[in-house]
């Protein structure tokens, strides 16, 4: 009785899981579309902060396939709000009514961090990394840049960012409710600043310190940051 139980308890969560899951592919699919038909406003958005260069193709396919990159990156950002109320749904039966509580008190602020990081983004990082990136080496060779290589750099560094940005609220939540202690955070602050220097290398396509630093220095301030209210939340919960 118990084993059958068990697998109806199974085929119940796959079942939802499974439910969920076409729910946000369907919502993800139509916000695509949107931003597919949209496109031409979207890059222009996009190119803004390299509006002083001209941008060539060298493929037949190469402006379609762009199109589609935008769209679909567009549309993740317009249904995140979405999908991550679906995964917090799906999570949910697993938690306590207090731990519940929680998660819809920080569903505001992971829309709004992710909103601040592709914000950062968008006009602190870019373009002094686009100024770099045109000028470095110009009087060796004049730039001709393929809208494919610029589209990916700036949607890559956008959704890394808008995602990067959520670590202060997740540390939050999983101290509030005892998984994380703000000590085992704050013990691994020297090894976090090292991953820091490390990410930015690998998210910057430049070897330049101070395009790095840009990158490296607000990860190390939303490390001390998740530390600060980890420590917060860790207190409120022992009183």
Same mark, same amino acid.
């Given at each position: 009785?118990?084993?059958?139980?068990?697998?109806?308890?199974?085929?119940?969560?796959?079942?939802?899981?499974?439910?969920?899951?076409?729910?946000?592919?369907?919502?993800?699919?139509?916000?695509?579309?949107?931003?597919?038909?949209?496109?031409?406003?979207?890059?222009?958005?996009?190119?803004?902060?390299?509006?002083?260069?001209?941008?060539?193709?060298?493929?037949?396919?190469?402006?379609?396939?762009?199109?589609?990159?935008?769209?679909?990156?567009?549309?993740?950002?317009?249904?995140?709000?979405?999908?991550?109320?679906?995964?917090?749904?799906?999570?949910?039966?697993?938690?306590?009514?207090?731990?519940?509580?929680? !998660?819809?008190?920080? &569903?505001?602020?992971?829309? #709004?961090? =992710?909103? +601040?990081? $592709?914000?950062? @983004?968008?006009?602190?990082?870019?373009?002094?990394?686009?100024?770099?990136?045109?000028?470095?080496?110009?009087?060796?060779?004049?730039?001709?840049?393929?809208?494919?290589?610029?589209?990916?750099? !700036?949607?890559?560094? &956008?959704?890394?960012?808008? #995602?990067? =940005?959520? +670590?202060? $609220?997740?540390? @939050?939540?999983?101290?509030?409710?005892?998984?994380?202690?703000?000590?085992?955070?704050?013990?691994?602050?020297?090894?976090?600043?090292?991953?820091?220097?490390?990410?930015?290398?690998?998210?910057?396509?430049?070897?330049?310190?101070?395009?790095?630093? #840009?990158?490296?220095?607000?990860?190390?301030?939303?490390?001390?940051?998740?530390?600060?209210?980890?420590?917060?939340?860790?207190?409120?919960?022992?009183?």
């Amino acid at each position: 009785m118990s084993n059958n139980a068990n697998k109806l308890s199974l085929l119940g969560h796959i079942g939802e899981l499974r439910t969920r899951l076409i729910r946000s592919v369907i919502a993800l699919a139509m916000a695509v579309a949107i931003c597919f038909v949209f496109y031409p406003e979207l890059f222009a958005i996009l190119l803004f902060p390299a509006r002083d260069i001209s941008l060539i193709r060298t493929e037949m396919t190469e402006m379609l396939s762009t199109a589609m990159k935008v769209a679909i990156t567009g549309g993740f950002i317009l249904v995140m709000p979405y999908l991550t109320y679906e995964f917090i749904m799906f999570v949910s039966p697993a938690l306590t009514a207090r731990e519940k509580r929680y !998660v819809f008190l920080i &569903l505001p602020w992971i829309v #709004l961090m =992710f909103i +601040a990081g $592709v914000t950062f @983004t968008y006009f602190i990082l870019l373009p002094p990394m686009i100024n770099f990136l045109l000028n470095f080496g110009g009087d060796i060779a004049a730039p001709q840049i393929r809208v494919s290589n610029y589209i990916s750099l !700036v949607t890559r560094l &956008l959704l890394a960012f808008g #995602l990067i =940005f959520e +670590a202060p $609220v997740v540390t @939050t939540f999983l101290a509030r409710i005892g998984v994380l202690k703000p000590e085992w955070l704050a013990g691994k602050s020297k090894t976090a600043i090292i991953i820091a220097f490390i990410l930015s290398a690998i998210i910057t396509p430049t070897i330049d310190p101070v395009n790095q630093s #840009l990158v490296a220095v607000p990860l190390i301030m939303l490390y001390e940051m998740s530390i600060w209210l980890a420590k917060l939340v860790h207190k409120r919960r022992a009183d």
